[in-house]
Each structure stands twice: as structure tokens, then as C-alpha cells.
């Protein structure tokens, strides 16, 4: 053995799976991964035993001992350093958020539980339209794993924040793991507290500083480190299986969307970029991004590749997927194929074309799931600005978004359609159609779902985490360049663009509007990208302005992309099915891709 | 599938009467348990405002705790001020809710009389004004909703006449309001034909009867039944327009491998019970039942239930399930189309009545498809297209992943099917069991 081994497992809602590294001053290396179903429902109600049956397979496969007599995972021993976890079995941690106002404090809470990787079961707040006992009634059919609760800034609402909690405690809501009480993180308003202390209410309650302590501020960090410590030592204590791997892990079990986070933050820290991630699976979408250090997520919960299929048809509306597809395939046909993706989650396309529904669906669901992600990463809502006294109520609680594609660096794709994608264009076609990135954006696919592992590892030791994210687990795709805005005309000449690699002829090209180009560049190789400026375009340093940039390159290449943010789409559905056709033509370039 | 004994749990979601005796025989349309619920909410009574005292002093105050029975003007709290006693009453029969010392409040939850009589509410008299000036004060609508205490009519003075009862306003006739508590009446009925075996007092009972369950896997509408009328000559053909009769009427239809669009709406319209088929286009269903579906979790859809056996598209109905449905011509079964496809999956039913000498199993229904079921030589079922519900043979087990033409690269069997020899990815096959 060269180096130090660490297993670290992910404990999925269907699936565990364990990987073993080793960690040497040369390289990481990933020596094996092996899966076993997660077995935390009945008859197991132990996740301990899917854990124990995944080392177990990857002590076959590679001939080391992970496992002893007792059957217990080894610690403490030579064979590992470490053990580590993250989890999202039994529907992962399960949240009921409450503020006060829907599109304030409730709205920054729903934050702090969604970064925290909550799942969420509901989010109310006073202005929600529900009639208290209707409140009650719906609380009381929660069975929620912890309580957010916040609601006053400091000095402010009092009153209506104690008939909040007054609610929640006639509820009394039970939780579904055992019989103890249901904690409760109070993060509103401090001048309730003694409210707490003067009725019998059902909680285990921890105040922690306000999330909102005044209109213009947010603190979501005291309220996130609460969610971790009392998912780690209440929640996770009482799901069945965990206590006895809490014991014998190295770092706490993180939930899993906030092990993707920590994996993310890493990224975004040591390249100094903003970082943009998608976890697309069958029944959900998950969006992560960090910008300016801070990391968001949300979860589209009825947005996914299988058991979502037809929620994301009835979302998107079915012409919004068709345009996506060759004319052969009419409506009848594609909606018969997604129902019955829908009904049988687990089956394959065999046919192009079944592929490519798939795929259009796909770029349905992330561009509705990336609609979703910014609606909730706005600007401080209720923030009034200066000097707007006489602004009306719409000014007041506007929606001032907090960033843009043009301000993400880099996009890196997950999840099942888009890291098993046949070829690794199909990859980028999804993630850029799908999320339409602006300026210059990296592109990365995560092809081995090895984020939540790296994530959890950074608990451990951050440089090495950062070695596994960047030589096992990403794959680089190269780059794509987009005006941020602006419009040509059809077959209007927009830029040249110049390839200049350290090694090799450099590659010049004319690029028209509406049309796609892809520059080889392989990966790791770096070179000068210059595109030239135009009137009409801005690539987010002004019109008239051209873009250079040091470029790396990936399995596809540099990716120019010449339709427009938006997309400019023909009017009718039938030249929308040609438009689209084009463009996939030009990305697949070769002829023998789908 | 094989014939068996179960039981049924047919109750109320709410406490009712129960309209069936233990030992009793039932058939789908017997009524097992109704209930007439007022679906209005509680009345919210600002006690301490009306006294003039500060919320906290709530309990002291209330004379009566949650949970009790209160008659219309019954004392609900009171105090006395100066040997002077001030009450509230209650403005209605009920039950108390909520006592609320945060906010002052009593919450009454209202209990009416299903008979009751309509509120007829003299708008003139309150406002002490001729009908045809009063009328004109009026500002609600006939078919609106009022909760006690809404602003019926308000005059120049700001004189106020609120509703005395929550409801629907069932008529405005010149001045007069008339105002109907709404009752909604809830029935369960047995759904299958068979014998009480326990009363689940005051919600329903327990059923048990002998049933061939026919599972299907996708549904739409709820529960229902029907006398069975086999509308195909057989499993493969398609159920057209022409083949929908006036007699249908509140009969099950049984189809083929397909529903045509144009015969589901006209057995919608002609008030066919429900349609069981291999296959129907989602677009079809989509149109008779007015919106997009989005089946991940149930949905209460109003169009009539309609039970797909294998897939969206045209599909061949298993034949064992055709036949064992198509033996059952004539008779009284039951389908639901309940669907739910996230965690807690339901999925669609038939339920055929099983006769005296066919017997019943007692032996476990076997489960989804283990390892054994795929092996050289067994018969499977392919699930996905281009080849949906294609019969086959597996012919062989290739270690290897291979390269599909969707560039998917994965395990598969080679299965031998009535069209050829194909590589069918493993995740896209079924065990087929007779």
C-alpha cells in the first residue's frame, strides 16, 4: 500500500455505494466501487446492512480486508484510514420550514434548510393563504424530521410570530422516525424566545441568531450549522442503522446535496470561479451554485428523467419538447414513450430516437429546474432601496435576481441522462440548451456521481478532496463562448474566432448567427481563445467588444454558440423541429453521433 | 393470478353510520357507511375583545374548555366588572375548538342539522327600509358562499346585515336572502361482492370476498363497477367508435391492444362505467379527461376509469389476463384506477368475482422477477419499445455490455421473438408468467 485509504460511502435513497481511495503524495487513486440497495425501509430498517453488503463486495472485488468477524466494518485498523458517509436514504433529512412572510423571512429560511440539504415538506408562513386550522390540519399530516423556524426581524414583529409557534404547537407534529420530540431551530426574531419558555409546547427547541435580523440582511449560516448538528445528533441518532455508523465514521455523515455543496464551494475556492452543478435524476432536479463564496441550492421535486417524466411534459408543455425532436416523431408517439418512461423508470432507449426524447426532456427539465433555482437566488426581497420612499408595493418586493448565467464560470452536469450520455457532446448539448450559459463558461461532467464523496472527504483533508474532484471525479469537457446578448440576422456573419493552443495550428473561424461551432482542443491543453467583437453582441464586456480568454480543453472542445440568449425560436412548431434539427446536426458534426 | 380470498377495509374518512350488519351479504352497490359532513369552517369568537380585556386573561375568562358541546346562546366566558356581568354567548351549536389565550379568541367548530331549514334573511327589516330601496344595498350573489358573520348588505349609513349562518346563498328574492348550510353527503359502498365480517364502528366495516386480481399499470378515475361486456373479438385488436353500443351504458368494456380517441369519447358520453385495455395513447386520455396528467401521485380525475393493462401506445393485452377478464362476460366486477407511481406505489385493478368451483389459492402471489426468472429458456416480455409486448424466448446471455443503437451501452438478452432474434437491454424486460 502506497498511500492512506479512505472508504467513503454514499448512502443513497435506493442505492449504497462505497468506494475505496488511496490517497498518496503522487496521486489519488480510486482502487474500486461496489453497490448494494440501501436497507434502511423494512424488512432491513438497517442501513448498516446495505453499507456492510457494498464493503463487503469491494473486499472481494479487490482482495482487502474492510470487514471482520463480527461483521462490522473495520476501523482503526491498517487496512483503512477512514470511513465516511453521506446520506440520503429514507427521503434524506425532511424539513417543514415556517417564517412569517411568504416572500421574506420564510423565503430566506427555505434557503438556510435547502443549503443545509434539506428536503422539503412544506414552507409556510402567515400570508400563505391557509386558514389557521387548515395549518394545523396540514402540519399535522407532516411527519417532519426537524422544524425551521423564523419570522421578526430584530425589534420587529412579535405577536404574529407567537401565534406561529402557538400553531405549531397545537399541531404537534410527530415525527416519522421514532416517538421523541420533533427539534426545533428557532432563527426569528430573539424578543420571542421567552414566549417559548412560557408555554408547554412539544419541541426540543434550539434559538439560534436570527436568519433575518434586519430587512436588508440575511445570516444564513448559524441557522445551517444548527440544521447540521441536530440532523447529526437527533435525526440521524434516531433513523434506524445510523447511530452504529455514526460511531465509526471519521467526519460526521453529511446529507448529501450538502456534501455536493462542500464539494462545489471547494471548486469555487481554489479556482477563485462561481460554479454551477445540476443533479438530474427520475424523479428529482437538483440546482447547486456558488457565487461569491455563497452556496444555493434547490431541489425541483417534481422535475426528473422517470418518475417526473410527465410532470416536466405537463410543466413544459409537450410543443416545448417536440421542438426538440426530428418531425418523424409526432405527439402521439412521444407522449406514449415519456408516459412509459414514466411507468417503467429503469428501462433503456434503444432507438436514436428513443434517445432523443429522452434528451429533449431532459433540457425541458433543466431549463425549468434552472427557472426555479434563480426565483429563489433573488435579491433580498423586502429590502427597500434608497431613496424610494414613493416607489409602489411591486418596487418594494421586487425581484432583483442575485446573479445570472453570465456569472457563472463553470457548469458541471450530473445525474443519469447527462453522465451516461452515449457521447460526451450529447452531454454538452443538454447542459448548454438546458441551462444556456453566457460569456465563457467551463464545462465539466461528473460521470461517477463522486461529488458527494469528495464533498465529505474536504471534512477530512481539503487538498486531497480537491485532487479526487479534479483527477478522478470530473471529467472536463472543454469550454463554451456565448454572447450574453445581442441578435443577428440569419446567416449573419458574428465573429471570428481564433483557437491558438500552446501546441499545435492554431484553428480561425467565422461563425454566423444561429449557428454552433466546435473548435477541437483536448483536454488539459490550454490556448489563447480570441472571438472577435461585433455591434450587435456583448460577451459581457460591452457591444462592439471582443473576448479573449485562456482557454482549457476537454472531450469535446470549445463550444461556440452563435443562436442568442435567449434562443431564438422560429414561430411555428414544425420550423422550430427544423431549427433545432440544424443545430444538432452541427453539434454532432462527425454524422455517425446521434 | 390466482383466484383468492381477501379482505377489504371500507370506511369513511370521518365518523358517519354504518348501513351494513355483521354475517351481512354485499354486493359492489350496497352501501357500507355514509355521512352528511358540513364543511364549513370553525367560527373564530373574539371573546376578550368583546369584554374589552386583554388577550392573556382568556382562561381565566372561559367558562367552557376544548372539546365541549355548546348550544346556539350558551355562556362561552365571562366576567364581572364592578358587580356587573358581561358574557359572551355562542352564536351557534358546536363544538369548542380552540381556546386561544395568545389572541383572545374561541374557535367554534359549527354542527348543523342536515334537514335544517333555509335562513331567510328580511334585508328591509334590518335596514328599516322599503324592499325596493333595501334590495339595492344588497352585496352579495345567489350561488356565493358567505361565512357567518359576512357583510350581507351594507346601507349609506354604513348600517351593516351580516349572515347569521355560514353557506350558500341559495336565492335573492327582492330583499330576502335565503341561506342553506351545505352538506356534503359521503358514501362508501363495498366496491366487491361479499360477506361483513367486522363492523368498524361508526366508519364502516370489513369485507371479505373471494377475487381474481388483475393488476394493471396505469389507471385513470377511481373506484367502480359494472357488468362486463367483452368488446373484442381478441387481445390484439383495437376497440373503435362503432364498436360502442347504447347498451353499454354502466357496463366495464373490455378492449384489446388499443382504445381509439374517438371511442373513448363516446363511452364517456354514452356513460360507460369504465374501459380496461393492453394499450391507449396518453394523448387520448389526455384529451378526455381535460389536462395534462401528471400520475406521480394520485389525482382526482373526472372522466370515467379507464385501466391500461400494459403501456401507453398499442399493445397487445397479455393473454392470460384477456382471457381470465373476457370469462367473466356477463358478470359483476370491480376496477379502480387509482395510480400512484412514487413511493408507496399503487397501481391499477380488476377485480373479478370468482365463483364457487373455481376455488382459491392460499399460496403467496409471487413477486417481481428474481434472478431465476431470467435464464436460458424462459419465456419474458419486453417493455419498452421498439419491440412493447413482444413475447420471447432467451436464447442466450451475453456477458459483455453491448453498444445499442442508441449508443447505450449495457447488458442485454438475446430473445427470440415471433419477428426475429433481438438484443433487448435487461433493464427492458419482464418475466412473463402464466
Not at chain 2, 217 to 229: A, F, H, I, N, S
Request: charge should be negative; charged fraction near 25%.
Amino acid at each position: 500500500m502506497n498511500g492512506k485509504r479512505y472508504l467513503i460511502a454514499d448512502i443513497g435513497s435506493t442505492t449504497t455505494k462505497a468506494l475505496l481511495f488511496e490517497i498518496s503524495e503522487e496521486k489519488v487513486t480510486l482502487l474500486g466501487g461496489a453497490d448494494a440497495p440501501t436497507t434502511v425501509e423494512a424488512p432491513y430498517n438497517d442501513v448498516k446492512l446495505g453499507l456492510f453488503q457494498a464493503v463487503s463486495r469491494l473486499e472481494k472485488q479487490l482482495q482487502i480486508p474492510l470487514t471482520d468477524e463480527k461483521h462490522f466494518l473495520q476501523t482503526n485498523t491498517h487496512a483503512i484510514e477512514g470511513l465516511l458517509a453521506t446520506s440520503s436514504a429514507g427521503g434524506g433529512l425532511q424539513m417543514l420550514v415556517v417564517g412569517l412572510v411568504k416572500t421574506m423571512t420564510a423565503e430566506s429560511a427555505e434557503r438556510a434548510a435547502l443549503g443545509a440539504g434539506a428536503v422539503l415538506l412544506d414552507v409556510m408562513a402567515q400570508d400563505d393563504g391557509l386558514e389557521m386550522y387548515e395549518r394545523v390540519a396540514r402540519i399535522r399530516e407532516l411527519r417532519p424530521d426537524m422544524i425551521l423556524m423564523a419570522g421578526g426581524i430584530e425589534g420587529g414583529a412579535l405577536l404574529e410570530v407567537a401565534v406561529m409557534v402557538d400553531i405549531l404547537t397545537k399541531a404537534d407534529p410527530k415525527s416519522r422516525l421514532g416517538d421523541h420530540k420533533v427539534p426545533l431551530i428557532y432563527a426569528g426574531n430573539s424578543d420571542v424566545r421567552p414566549y417559548f419558555e412560557s408555554i408547554q409546547h412539544p419541541f426540543e427547541v434550539q434559538f439560534v441568531n436570527n436568519l433575518r435580523p434586519t430587512m436588508d440582511k440575511e445570516d444564513l449560516n448559524p441557522a445551517r450549522l444548527a440544521i447540521q448538528e441536530v440532523f447529526l445528533h437527533h435525526v440521524m441518532t434516531q433513523a434506524p442503522g445510523y447511530a452504529e455508523v455514526s460511531k465509526r465514521v471519521t467526519a460526521p455523515i453529511l446529507p448529501t446535496p450538502l456534501a455536493v455543496g462542500k464539494a462545489l464551494q471547494l471548486l469555487a475556492k481554489e479556482y477563485g470561479h462561481n460554479v454551477m452543478s445540476m443533479d438530474i435524476g427520475g424523479a428529482t432536479t437538483d440546482v447547486f451554485s456558488v457565487f461569491k463564496g455563497t452556496f444555493y441550492r434547490t431541489v425541483s421535486a417534481n422535475l426528473g428523467m422517470s418518475y417526473s417524466a410527465m410532470h416536466v411534459l405537463a410543466e413544459a408543455g409537450i410543443d416545448n419538447i417536440l421542438r426538440w425532436l426530428p418531425e418523424e416523431l409526432s405527439e402521439e408517439i412521444v407522449r406514449d414513450w415519456l408516459h412509459n418512461k414514466m411507468l417503467r423508470p429503469t428501462t433503456l432507449p434503444v432507438t436514436p430516437e428513443a434517445l432523443q426524447v429522452e434528451q429533449a426532456l431532459a433540457r425541458e427539465a433543466l431549463r425549468l429546474s434552472l427557472k426555479q433555482h434563480f426565483n429563489l437566488t433573488v435579491a433580498l426581497r423586502g429590502n427597500k432601496r434608497e431613496g424610494d420612499a414613493t416607489k409602489s408595493s411591486e418596487e418594494f418586493f421586487g425581484t432583483e435576481v442575485l446573479f445570472g448565467m453570465k456569472d457563472i464560470d463553470w457548469l458541471i452536469g450530473s445525474g443519469g441522462v447527462v453522465s451516461h450520455a452515449p457521447h460526451p457532446v450529447q452531454a454538452a448539448m443538454m447542459m448548454i440548451d438546458g441551462f444556456l450559459p453566457q460569456g465563457y463558461t467551463k464545462l465539466s461532467l461528473d460521470r461517477s456521481f463522486m461529488l458527494p464523496h469528495a464533498g465529505v472527504f474536504s471534512q477530512v483533508d481539503e487538498k486531497n478532496a480537491l485532487r479526487i474532484l479534479e483527477d478522478l471525479c470530473l471529467m472536463p469537457l472543454g469550454g463554451v463562448v456565448s454572447p450574453i446578448s445581442g441578435y443577428g440576422m440569419n446567416n449573419e456573419k458574428m465573429a471570428r474566432v481564433t483557437l491558438e493552443p500552446k501546441k499545435g495550428a492554431s484553428i480561425t473561424r467565422d461563425v454566423r448567427f444561429n449557428e454552433i461551432a466546435i473548435l477541437p482542443l483536448a483536454a488539459n491543453e490550454e490556448a489563447e481563445l480570441t472571438v472577435s467583437g461585433h455591434w450587435k453582441l456583448n460577451y459581457g464586456n460591452g457591444f462592439w467588444k471582443s473576448l479573449s480568454k485562456t482557454v482549457t480543453g476537454g472531450e469535446v472542445g470549445i463550444l461556440v454558440d452563435m443562436r442568442g440568449r435567449e434562443l431564438r425560436w422560429e414561430k411555428k412548431l414544425s420550423q422550430q423541429r427544423k431549427q433545432s434539427q440544424a443545430w444538432l446536426a452541427q453539434w454532432m458534426q462527425g454524422g455517425d453521433r446521434v | 393470478m390466482m383466484p383468492r380470498r381477501e379482505t377489504f377495509k371500507r370506511v369513511l374518512p370521518d365518523v358517519g353510520q354504518v348501513m351494513v350488519e355483521k354475517g351481512q351479504l354485499v354486493f359492489p352497490y350496497t352501501i357500507v357507511a355514509e355521512t352528511k359532513l358540513q364543511p364549513v369552517e370553525p367560527v373564530i369568537i373574539p371573546v376578550t375583545e368583546q369584554l374589552g380585556l386583554p388577550p392573556h386573561m382568556m382562561n381565566q375568562m372561559a367558562i367552557v374548555k376544548v372539546g365541549d358541546l355548546v348550544e346556539t346562546g350558551q355562556v362561552l366566558a365571562g366576567v364581572i366588572i364592578e358587580g356587573l356581568e358581561y358574557e359572551v354567548h355562542s352564536p351557534a351549536k358546536g363544538k369548542i375548538e380552540d381556546i386561544s389565550p395568545l389572541l383572545g379568541t374561541i374557535a367554534l367548530r359549527l354542527e348543523g342539522d342536515p334537514d335544517e331549514p333555509v335562513r331567510v334573511v328580511n334585508v328591509a327589516a334590518e335596514l328599516e327600509m322599503p324592499e325596493l330601496m333595501a334590495k339595492r344595498f344588497i352585496e352579495v350573489r345567489q350561488g356565493a358562499m358567505v361565512k357567518m358573520g359576512d357583510t350581507l348588505a351594507k346601507d349609506d349609513e354604513e348600517k351593516k346585515v351580516f349572515a347569521p349562518i355560514a353557506g350558500l346563498i341559495t336565492e335573492i328574492k327582492g330583499a330576502t336572502i335565503s341561506i342553506k348550510r351545505p352538506f356534503v353527503l359521503r358514501q362508501v359502498f363495498a366496491y366487491v361482492s361479499g360477506f361483513v365480517t367486522e363492523i368498524v364502528p361508526d366508519l364502516g366495516a370489513m369485507i371479505e370476498s373471494d377475487v381474481l386480481r388483475v393488476p394493471g399499470v396505469y389507471g385513470v378515475g377511481g373506484e367502480t363497477w359494472g357488468v362486463l361486456r367483452v368488446a373484442v373479438a381478441n387481445e390484439t385488436e383495437t376497440l373503435k367508435a362503432e364498436g360502442i353500443l347504447e347498451s353499454d351504458k354502466d357496463k366495464i368494456l373490455l378492449a384489446g391492444a388499443m382504445v381509439e380517441g374517438a371511442a373513448l369519447q363516446k363511452a364517456q358520453k354514452m356513460g360507460v362505467k369504465a374501459i380496461i385495455s393492453g394499450g391507449m395513447h396518453n394523448k387520448d386520455v389526455t384529451q378526455l379527461c381535460g389536462h395534462e396528467i401528471k400520475p406521480g401521485t394520485p389525482e382526482n380525475v373526472l372522466c370515467m376509469t379507464l385501466i391500461v393493462t400494459e403501456g401507453m401506445g398499442r399493445i397487445p393485452m397479455n393473454i392470460q389476463a384477456f382471457q381470465a377478464i373476457a370469462q367473466k362476460e356477463g358478470k359483476l366486477i370491480s376496477v379502480n384506477g387509482l395510480t400512484q407511481i412514487r413511493a408507496g406505489v399503487i397501481r391499477p385493478e380488476v377485480l373479478l368475482p370468482v365463483e364457487d368451483d373455481e376455488g382459491i389459492s392460499t399460496t403467496e402471489e409471487a413477486t417481481a422477477g428474481s434472478l431465476e426468472d431470467f435464464v436460458v429458456g424462459n419465456t419474458v416480455r419486453i417493455v419498452r419499445e421498439p419491440w412493447f409486448g413482444e413475447v420471447g424466448s432467451i436464447e442466450s446471455i451475453p456477458l459483455n455490455e453491448i453498444v445499442l443503437p442508441s449508443g447505450v451501452k449495457t447488458l442485454v438478452y438475446e430473445i427470440k421473438t415471433a419477428s426475429g432474434t433481438v438484443l433487448v437491454p435487461r433493464a427492458n424486460v419482464e418475466p412473463y408468467r402464466s
